[in-house]
């Protein structure tokens, strides 16, 4: 029985899940997570992020996600899975954020000596110690010079799949280039988080894959290859820096020696890894369209599959290339989980006491809204953080706990209207899934059902899914998506959330709400202010239940 391997690098940490595949019979047979915050103090990270003094910059560091991988590769060596079944191993990692390495690395990876620890061995290895990531914001000025010289938002937008956004890689790359020459100088290769991941495995350099690709303001999105006036635009000789963009299902190489001889693994075939998103993608079962999913991890994202694809007119969303060769649509919000977490500690709370709160508190009460800007936010685009509150009084703990929750589904319904998909069915992922009072804000905002996955780690899941799929593949075995996924994203039936069509009602109208604070608070439209008093004259506020 063949059994397949899923990593997943996220913000936070590190997962791995196991599969086992023979014929109709199918099971994960390992599953395991650390943080890095706790795994490895001795980076310094605050969930997975360096320390910085300027609130708009936000790093990683490179060599502690290598410490990572080898950590966690011992781990699995060591857990009982039959390591000579493993026929392939693909991953997942957080998007956007880039590893910068020297010439050397080529012959390092190349050359990894099985008696000594990975990291040792990485010195002169990486051109630059730190790793921009997708929570960066600092690249304004870089973003309006590469719109610029490539023909404006839309043309951009056409050409990548978006527009010019912080987080993504080109603009992370010119500002890097514009800010240390010679560490650009010194730079050889540029990879992905993905990349870089999938070239320790092979010890040697990965592709890019068109899902996480198409996070970088790089690649044309319908070519699936490198665009020439992108990469112009971005910084001097950088198509001599990047790696190629392959497949998803591109077998990148047999696993390097050093994990074979050091940890007992057999030959297996590495797969090119993604971003978690587009691995997501496969992990809740999107392989055909008109369903979507909302991954509440660190970040919150909602996508979709698409045939074509589809850019965004209003500029909030974007389209990646999917791991089956199709597209995706998404839309990100940066204040996702680590808002919520925000909101909870302020108001001394656990995870219990927010769901209570949320139970306790009515849909929509007084028709308050919480603009939970407390980082930059992506979507939609604010890079002076501040936190808004509209009829809502900031030392109201109940109260700020469902306004943060309803304005972070609000803004994610708003923002994908774009997309076109007329949502009945919602599959729910990441961190924050298991939690059902937020899923019931989700299913009465949509007004959709929501279902909770038997896996959680949906982007993990759908890494080792690829790597079974690439497998058949390479062995001349061509399978249909919906036999690869067949019998691992099962929805948990008892776990469906049911919209209650009193609070859809009530959602219907508060978005309208919702959507001029928001306006207001980019300076893009006028006092919500009547609207607020409207909502409350139709809806008065009662009191809150009482509790025993
Ligand atoms: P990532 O993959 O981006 O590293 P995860 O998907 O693992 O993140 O989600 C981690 C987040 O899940 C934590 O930051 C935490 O806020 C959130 N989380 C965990 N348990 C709960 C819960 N019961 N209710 C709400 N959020 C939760
Ligand atoms: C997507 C995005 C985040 C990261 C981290 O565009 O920036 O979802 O992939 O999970």
């Known amino acids: 029985m063949a059994i397949y391997l899923g990593l997943d690098c996220s913000t936070q940490g590190l997962s791995a899940i196991a599969i086992e595949v023979d014929g109709e019979e199918r ?75 020297t010439a050397q690395a080529t012959g390092a990876l190349a050359g990894l000596d ?108 319908t070519r699936r290859d490198w665009a020439p006036a992108a990469l112009e635009a971005t910084a001097p000789y950088l198509w001599r820096r990047l790696p190629t963009i392959a497949p ?79 597209y995706m649509s998404l839309v990100c919000c940066r204040n996702g989980s680590l808002a919520r977490e925000r909101v909870r500690n302020m108001f001394d709370l656990d995870w219990d006491g927010f769901s209570r709160h949320l139970r306790d508190v009515p849909p929509a009460r007084g028709g308050a809204i919480m603009l939970p800007w407390f980082e930059a936010e992506i979507t939609p685009p604010v890079l002076d953080p501040e936190v808004w509150r509209f009829g809502l009084d900031a030392v109201n703990g109940p109260a700020n706990v469902r306004a943060v929750v309803e304005a972070q589904m609000l803004a994610l319904a708003l923002h994908s209207r774009w997309m076109g998909v007329d949502v009945e069915t919602i599959y729910a992922t990441g961190g924050a899934a298991r939690n059902r009072e937020i899923l019931q804000v989700m299913a009465d905002v949509h007004d959709a059902d929501v279902y909770q996955l038997e896996v959680g780690n949906s982007a993990c899941l759908g890494a080792a899914l690829r790597a079974y799929h690439a497998d058949e593949l390479a062995n001349g075995r061509a399978m249909p998506w919906e036999d690869v996924i067949e019998g691992f994203v099962e929805p948990v039936a008892e776990a469906r959330v049911r919209p209650v069509a009193e609070h859809v009602a009530l959602y219907a109208e508060l978005a309208r709400v919702y959507e001029a604070c928001e306006a207001y608070a980019l300076g893009a439209g006028s006092s919500p202010r009547d609207l607020l008093v409207a909502f409350r004259q139709r809806h008065p506020v009662g009191p809150l239940p009482e509790r025993g």
């Open 114 to 221: 099985p008696t000594r620890p990975l990291v040792d061995q990485l010195a002169g290895v990486f051109a630059r110690a730190e790793a921009p990531i997708w929570m960066d914001a600092s690249t304004a000025e870089q973003c309006a010079a590469i719109t610029d010289a490539v023909g404006g938002p839309a043309a951009l937008a056409r050409l990548t799949g978006s527009r010019a956004f912080e987080r993504f890689t080109g603009p992370q790359i010119r500002k890097y280039a514009e800010q240390d020459p010679a560490g650009f100088a010194r730079t050889d290769r540029v990879h992905l988080v993905s990349s870089f991941l999938a070239s320790l495995l092979a010890g040697r350099h990965a592709p890019i894959d068109p899902g996480d690709g198409a996070g970088m303001n790089l690649m044309d999105i």
């Open 248 to 326: 998803s299902w591109s077998v990148v190489g047999e696993l390097a020696p050093y994990w074979r001889e050091r940890y007992g693994f057999s030959a297996a075939r590495v797969i090119a890894w993604s971003g978690d998103n587009p691995c997501s993608l496969i992990g809740t079962g999107i392989v055909t369209e008109g369903r979507v999913a909302i991954s509440l991890g660190t970040s919150d994202t909602l996508f979709g599959f698409l045939r074509e694809p589809r850019i965004d007119p209003t500029g909030a969303g974007h389209v990646f290339g999917a791991p089956t060769g199709d």
């Open 27 to 101: 099971r994960m047979v390992f599953e395991r997570s650390f943080s890095f915050d706790e795994t490895f103090p001795r980076y310094r990270t605050s969930h997975g992020v360096l320390p910085s003094d300027d609130p708009l910059v936000a790093a990683s560091s490179p060599v502690m996600w290598a410490e990572a991988l080898d950590r966690m590769m011992g781990i699995v060596a060591k857990s009982g899975v039959d390591l000579s079944r493993i026929r392939a191993i693909a991953g997942s990692a957080q998007q956007h954020g880039s590893v910068y390495l």
